[in-house]
């Protein structure tokens, strides 16, 4: 997954430089929004299909962020 993508799953412009709180808000926000429990029976493959790239979107946000933080 590359960042720009990253940033744009949770709702962040492109090149955008978001700090761990805002990563951590807008993930809580986006998992609410496509969360397969929330889905019905026939809708639930893609919400899982999007639950997992926002999750793996997190991650990845998440992690970068703290390269950032910690070598600095």
Known sequence: MQGDEARVLLGFP???RPNASQVKAAYKRKVWECHPDLFPVGRKTDAESKFKLI???YTYLLSG???VFTFL
Do not use: G, Y
């Open 65 to 67: 962020n703290f390269h």
């Open 14 to 16: 492109p090149n955008s």
């Open 55 to 57: 999750s793996e979107a």
